[in-house]
């Protein structure tokens, strides 16, 4: 099954501009798929980007693969001092690249202990304004979820993307489906009645290792890993 990379580093700001590129496949061993942005301020419209930091969301092949991407690789190098969490996917809604058919596609699924969420997006140029005003609320609401411990946004228009880590699976699922939290639902029906996205992807993914620190803190203390 696919292993999933998520980076997110402080770099500065003359520096995050040559680090926000999407890396190619074929460029780097056992690499699927990988988007890069600049980090951004959930609740503002529109996002407002953290200058300086950087986000990579990356799929692997396998392990060895992504064990040696943060080994070796200049790239894993560069952002390997901000916070770097490894995961495998739990379930998915909608596609991506990199992400195989053998994940999941039910909406519960058994898992104990944190998880880590990812929102995937290429959005359409003309629905990039009514996205970001649909998505403001579910963001503002997103940050004060019961459950929730860290909320960013990785943007390179088109691609836009969203990174959450959670105290559990249920805590995830009540803000996305529950309605306790107005704006997710909101959301999603309004981008059901006239799409927002060329592609899109919800996915959640169980933790093996979250390591580092942005701004001098881990949200999750490594030793809340179930191992």
């Known amino acids: 099954m696919t292993v999933v990379s ?4 402080d ?4 520096r995050s501009l040559g680090l926000i ?10 690499l699927l798929q990988a988007n890069a942005g600049l980090a951004a301020t959930f609740g503002t419209t529109p996002p407002r980007p ?3 930091r950087v986000g990579l969301i990356a799929f692997w092949r396998d392990e060895a693969a992504r064990e040696q991407f943060d080994m070796s690789h200049p790239l894993a190098d560069a952002l390997g001092d901000g ?10 809604h909608g596609t991506w690249p990199g992400i195989g058919a053998d994940v999941p596609k039910r909406r519960n699924v058994e898992h104990q202990g944190p998880v880590l969420v990812l ?3 290429k959005t359409k140029v003309s629905r990039l304004v009514p996205f970001f005003r649909a998505s403001q609320p579910a963001e503002k609401a997103v940050v004060k979820a019961p459950g929730n411990l860290f909320t960013s946004a990785i943007l390179r228009p088109p691609f836009v993307a969203s990174v959450s880590l959670w105290e559990s699976s249920e805590a995830a699922t009540d803000y996305a489906f529950s309605g306790h939290q107005a704006g997710h639902p909101e959301a999603i029906a309004a981008g059901r009645a006239k799409p927002f996205h060329h592609q899109e992807a919800f ?6 290792e979250i390591r580092g620190s942005l701004a001098g803190r881990n949200p999750l203390p490594p030793d809340a890993i179930h191992a």
Do not use: E
């Open 6 to 9: 998520v980076h997110l580093a």
């Open 11 to 14: 770099v500065g700001l003359p």
């Open 21 to 30: 590129r999407h890396p190619r496949p074929a460029s780097i061993p056992g």
């Open 50 to 52: 953290s200058p300086g």
């Open 83 to 92: 916070l770097v969490v490894h995961a495998r996917p739990l379930r998915i």
């Open 119 to 121: 929102t995937l997006a």
């Open 203 to 208: 996915i959640r993914l169980a933790i093996d």
